[in-house]
């Protein structure tokens, strides 16, 4: 006891608490600033293990010494009877209340600000592509919410594989029902299909979907009859909550009250009654013609192909042409055709007035048979977004058709993507965010949210989303892309994008061919860039009429650069004789008027005719301005900075760059500062400090 007693007088306690107290603080500070800095990892190890070396150093110390009136000295010397110790006791006290209160202050810092700061997207979606959720102790899924449900493909009972476009079209029919319904989760369709055929027990499948109900069930074709089974489980308690088979004549009338009698018998075990307006859309009938329906399953079978390709759209529409012969006020089918035709014209692969007319078409009959219909009010938003480019309408049409089919993850993701164009970026984000709940399988709107965070230079929103995702769908290449521009765009670390560039597949989505063929000019390797239209594998994938003369204006840039101008000026002009054919037999819709603008004054540059090339791209930013695409308008407004200061007015364009440099899908500096089309400005000390990274030296080093 005289021992303990004696650390008590001594004061020894007390220093090795605030010591431990002090030390917590330094640490947290540490590991906020060398986080910020990009210090090394060594550093905050070699930080705690001197702050461990110190703590018995101190105590000795404390134990050894003494503070005095007269300073430190040895404890054998001080006369007892002059000892401060208790006074110095107290100046600890008051030394670690203090820095308790820091730490208290942390705490509240970290606790508001910290969390408040962090992305509930990147939580909540790295949280939900986590492996299978830890069970409560009722067994219910952490993930699980009581009004959700996953519909699993129908088995195809008929054993014929030219019935299982009727049993898949049914099963989506069925998804679209449920779509409907409000305060409905209802897991899509894409994600779902990976479990036709599943050997995987129903409470796994509940647990990786994040429902609570699930419903499963075949469908048989036999001569004129049809027999659909169906049973919903509670996946909680493994229970049937409801189980019944249909057996009826087959006509779309039988059809239909099936599946609206599946819809109301979920409905009731999962939310509760139908409301008389829920009642009423699920009594519409979008066809009396069996002969028309069964056109529009095999037209469906196509569209829930899960690639974004030209080929699809194609190969829908003869059955979907031949749906609306059987039954022109098929009102349905009519709003398809719309999506149809206005992806032809958007795509690029029929751009023609022809086309606009027969998309004009299919909206006025999709309006007159079925205009209340949420297919009806898509479409239309379809028409705004693809023909009109009227993004602001838009917007409010594909608000409406939301509404209407509240649990329609597409419908949603193409809000998402019409609200980055009104300059709704947050927003934007949020309904990626839904999507990717509703359709945990869409890797499109996972792209799309990656996307869309890159333009808006949130990069450390976007990172840990990319690397969760690359590491959970390996086969998705556009992420590995997008993790591609991240590295050029934050850090300028073309050797790291290069490497990753030979890990990618070559495919034919955007963010490959936008690395295949940029990435050699930001590397400065011409020929390279020159090269990569005589890959094989890069022209099986864009061996494209409509690509072709950016190749030539690819290509003409590129032998500029290597000091051939003649070579460069016959492929610019090639260039541009193609670009104006283009747009001579295009539907002249502003959004391709502008692009082709677009592409002829970047053209007119390699041919030295700057006032040409000024000329078409104000015209551009006329037809495109910010205010009506925040998305494609910026893009546009820094090709204008950059011909702007080509053609000698550089004081404008600097104050244009500046400006973009502050706004989403803007200037970048990173691409400034590489990019060899802006080394003619290189000489200007103004252009060199506006455009400097900011973690340049962090770089170089």
Not at 174 to 203: C, F, G, H, N, W
Request: charge should be negative; glycine fraction near 4%; include cysteine.
């Amino acid at each position: 006891m005289s021992f303990f007693n004696e650390l008590k007088r001594r004061n020894v306690f007390r220093v090795g608490i605030a010591y431990v107290v002090v030390a917590w603080l330094v640490l947290q500070v540490a590991d906020v600033v060398i986080n910020n800095i990009g210090a090394p990892d060594w550093l905050f190890q070699a930080i705690m293990l001197v702050i461990g070396i110190g703590f018995p150093i101190v105590l000795i110390f404390a134990w050894a010494f003494e503070m005095t009136p007269e300073g430190i000295k040895k404890e054998k010397d001080v006369d007892r009877s002059q000892s401060i110790t208790k006074t110095t006791g107290r100046k600890l006290d008051l030394t670690i209340i203090f820095v308790l209160a820091l730490v208290a202050v942390y705490f509240i810092w970290e606790s508001r600000f910290q969390t408040d700061g962090a992305d509930p997207a990147i939580e909540n979606i790295v949280a939900s592509d986590s492996a299978t959720q830890v069970e409560s102790a009722g067994g219910e899924s952490s993930a699980a919410r009581d009004n959700s449900i996953a519909v699993l493909p129908f088995a195809n009972r008929s054993d014929k594989e030219s019935d299982l476009f009727f049993s898949d079209g049914i099963h989506d029919d069925l998804l679209t029902q449920l779509a409907k319904i409000s305060d409905l989760k209802v897991i899509s369709r894409t994600s779902v299909m990976e479990y036709r055929d599943t050997t995987k027990k129903i409470p796994e499948i509940a647990r990786e979907l994040g429902v609570a109900t699930i419903l499963e069930g075949g469908i048989q074709r036999a001569g004129n009859r049809i027999r659909i089974n169906a049973q919903l489980i509670d996946v909680n308690t493994d229970e049937h909550l409801w189980a019944e088979t249909f057996d009826r004549e087959m006509t779309v009338e039988n059809i239909f009250d099936i599946q609206s009698e599946i819809t109301r018998q979920i409905v009731n075990a999962v939310r509760g009654e139908l409301t008389n307006e829920e009642a009423d859309v699920l009594a519409q009938l979008p066809t009396r013609s069996l002969e028309a329906y069964e056109a529009y399953l095999h037209a469906k079978k196509i569209f829930l192909q899960p690639d974004y390709t030209r080929q699809k759209f194609q190969d829908a529409e003869p059955w979907l042409e031949k749906a609306v012969e059987l039954d022109p006020e098929f009102a349905l089918v009519w709003a398809i055709l719309v999506r149809n035709h206005a992806q032809a014209i958007w795509q690029g692969y029929d751009n023609s007035p022809e086309r606009l007319q027969r998309v004009r078409e299919a909206l006025s009959k999709a309006t007159e048979f079925g205009p209340f219909l949420p297919e009806t009010l898509a479409a239309r938003a379809e028409y705004l977004y693809r023909i009109e480019n009227n993004y602001h309408e838009a917007e409010v049409a594909f608000r409406a058709a939301s509404k209407a089919r509240p649990g329609d993850a597409n419908l949603v993701k193409l809000l998402a993507y019409t609200l980055r164009r009104t300059g709704k970026w947050e927003e934007s984000i949020s309904n990626f965010q839904l999507t990717i709940e509703l359709e945990p399988a869409d890797l499109n709107a996972r792209s799309g949210m990656i996307e869309t965070l890159l333009s808006m230079r949130e990069y450390d929103r976007a990172e840990p989303l990319i690397n969760a995702w690359m590491e959970k769908y390996p086969q998705a290449m556009d992420i590995k892309g997008y993790k591609l521009w991240l590295m050029v765009e934050r850090d300028g670390d073309l050797t790291a994008a290069r490497n990753l560039l030979n890990q990618i597949t070559p495919n034919g989505g955007t963010p490959y061919y936008a690395a295949a063929t940029f990435l050699p000019f930001l590397e400065r390797d011409y020929q390279a860039a020159i090269d990569v239209y005589d890959n094989p594998q890069f022209l099986s994938l864009f061996d494209d009429p409509a690509s072709k003369p950016y190749e030539l204006q690819n290509k003409s840039f590129a032998y500029s650069l290597l000091g051939d101008p003649n070579q460069a000026g016959g492929l610019a002009q090639q260039a541009i004789d193609a670009f104006q054919e283009m747009q001579s037999v295009s539907s002249g819709s502003d959004a391709s008027n502008a692009q082709f603008l677009w592409a002829l004054a970047f053209t007119y540059t390699q041919t030295g005719e700057l006032t040409k090339a000024l000329d078409a791209i104000n015209q551009a930013c006329a037809l495109i301005p910010e205010s009506r695409d925040s998305y494609a308008g910026a893009s546009f407004s820094q090709s204008r900075a950059w011909i702007l200061a080509m053609s000698g007015h550089r004081d404008e364009a600097l104050m244009e760059i500046e400006r973009l440099l502050s706004i989403p899908n803007g200037a970048n500096r990173w691409y400034l500062y590489l990019d060899p089309h802006w080394d003619f400005f290189r000489d200007d000390k103004r252009f060199n400090e506006l455009i400097r990274p900011l973690n340049l030296k962090e770089a170089e080093t």
